[in-house]
Nanobody, 120 residues
Framework: QVQLVESGGGLVQPGGSLRLSCAAS????????VGWFRQAPGKEREFVGA??????YYLDSVKGRFTISRDNAKNTVYLQMNNLKPEDTAVYYC???????????????WGQGTQVTVSS
């Protein structure tokens, strides 16, 4: 069993940056893929990015702005978000598991989410 806790969300102005953390406890998740998803009000949850099979994958609209990194020694995965836009406003979730494709949402473990609001 893996428990995931996201942190680092908040209010930021357009063009600003945030770094989200996803800390795992219960067992090491170094062997798991880790995905980031987001859900804006009134919208379905969407894939943002994933660390899958030793590679990273991103939603087209965040490529070049968001970066996923892993610190397996700390059992933590990060989502660095730069040049944030109002349309990035959402609750962000991390997930861990063994999905068969990099953009799948078939993860076994999910965090509780952290709110990111981009507004002037």
């Amino acid at each position: 069993q893996v428990q995931l806790v996201e942190s680092g969300g908040g209010l930021v102005q357009p063009g600003g940056s945030l770094r989200l953390s996803c800390a795992a406890s219960g067992r090491s998740f170094s062997s798991y893929s880790v995905g980031w998803f987001r859900q804006a009000p009134g919208k379905e949850r969407e894939f943002v990015g994933a660390s899958w099979g030793g590679h990273t994958y991103y939603l087209d609209s965040v490529k070049g702005r968001f970066t996923i990194s892993r610190d397996n020694a700390k059992n933590t995965v990060y989502l660095q978000m730069n040049n944030l836009k109002p349309e990035d406003t959402a609750v962000y979730y991390c997930a861990a598991g063994v999905p068969t494709t990099p953009r799948s949402n078939a993860y076994d473990y999910w965090g509780q989410g952290t709110q990111v609001t981009v507004s002037s």
